[in-house]
Nanobody, 115 residues
């Protein structure tokens, strides 16, 4: 079994930055992919950024150039560096991890961008 614990969310003003962390523990073997989705109030969950085994990364068009995903394999942690935050980035951010046994989701961390 795998557990994911997210941290780093909070309230920031437009233009500021945040770094989200997602620490994985448990039975972790070969990770096929990991990343972040988000869900704003009244909207569907959407992909933000993800990274695959081998280093390929994908970003939503709305965050390209502002967000960066990185991963520390030594401690099984994936990060989402968010710069130049906008009010439309307000959402609950969820990390996930996929390996052969399936996909595990974190509990979510809330990000609010407001002046």
């Amino acid at each position: 079994q795998v557990q994911l614990v997210e941290s780093g969310g909070g309230l920031v003003q437009p233009g500021e930055s945040l770094r989200l962390s997602c620490a994985a523990s448990g039975n972790i073997f070969t990770i096929y992919g990991t990343g972040w989705y988000r869900q704003a109030p009244g909207k569907q969950r959407e992909l933000v950024a993800r990274t695959f085994r081998g280093g390929v990364t994908n970003y939503a068009d709305s965050v390209k150039g502002r967000f960066t995903i990185s991963r520390n394999s030594a401690n099984n942690t994936v990060y989402l560096h968010m710069n130049t935050l906008k009010p439309e980035d307000t959402a609950v951010y969820y990390c996930y991890l996929t390996q052969a046994s399936g996909t595990t989701w974190g509990q979510g961390t809330k990000v609010t961008v407001s002046s």
